[in-house]
T-cell receptor, first 111, second 113 residues
């Protein structure tokens, strides 16, 4: 089992739809969590940090469920410009620092 | 403020040559990371530096790969005797510390002929 797993998709949704991605992690020593977006042939860019209390930034909401060991990203009112690959990142302490990127979930938003 | 800077942006070289890639982290960022991303694939962790601690080299794929960083400044990733499977985008990131978000450079696109 991979330490961090994401549904690769692709998710194909119409404009205006709500879409949710999950990212599961296997190690309970995980300490911090982030979502990134990566456009084709570009570098990953930080989208938002993920906290246990949940956090929202405009149309984007991130949640952490420590008991079930997953993080989620919800995108409301999808725009064409949201089309990208969404990567989750888990940082953990296994006697030393370790960072793991998920393989990413591809999203296509269509008119 | 300046972001993470990588050079060169593109590098084309012949199989068997050595290449050196450079990364300038964001000023004040103590942690620096190198990743490899092959076309259509996810990020592959290569190496991590944190301050003056010993680097985590666990992701380096072979002894042809090495990286250096002096203090909290510039890092270089060197690939010796390049092979065609080394063709990829090499991404560098830096962060204020462990468990903080990473900020990426534009990457170096390496093509081995």
């Amino acid at each position: 089992r991979k330490e961090v797993e994401q549904d690769p998709g692709p998710f194909n949704v119409p404009e205006g739809a709500t879409v949710a991605f999950n990212c599961t992690y296997s190690n309970s020593a995980s300490q911090s969590f982030f979502w990134y977006r990566q456009d084709c042939r570009k570098e990953p860019k930080l989208l938002m940090s993920v906290y246990s209390s949940g956090n929202e930034d405009g149309r984007f909401t991130a949640q952490l469920n420590r008991a079930s060991q997953y993080i989620s990203l919800l995108i409301r009112d999808s725009k064409l410009s949201d089309s990208a690959t969404y990567l989750c990142v888990v940082n953990l302490n296994t006697g030393g620092f370790k960072t793991i990127f998920g393989a990413g979930t591809r999203l296509f938003v269509k008119a | 403020g300046a972001g993470v800077s990588q050079s060169p942006s593109n590098k084309v070289t012949e199989k068997g040559k050595d290449v050196e890639l450079r990364c300038d982290p964001i000023s004040g960022h103590t942690a620096l990371y190198w990743y490899r991303q092959r076309l259509g694939q996810g990020l592959e962790f290569l190496i991590y530096f944190q301050g003056n601690s010993a680097p985590d080299k666990s992701g380096l794929p072979s002894d042809r790969f090495s990286a250096e960083r002096t203090g909290e400044s510039v890092s270089t990733l060197t690939i010796q005797r390049t092979q065609q499977e080394d063709s990829a985008v090499y991404l560098c990131a830096s962060s204020k510390g462990d468990y903080q978000p990473q900020h990426f450079g534009d990457g170096t696109r390496l093509s081995i002929l």
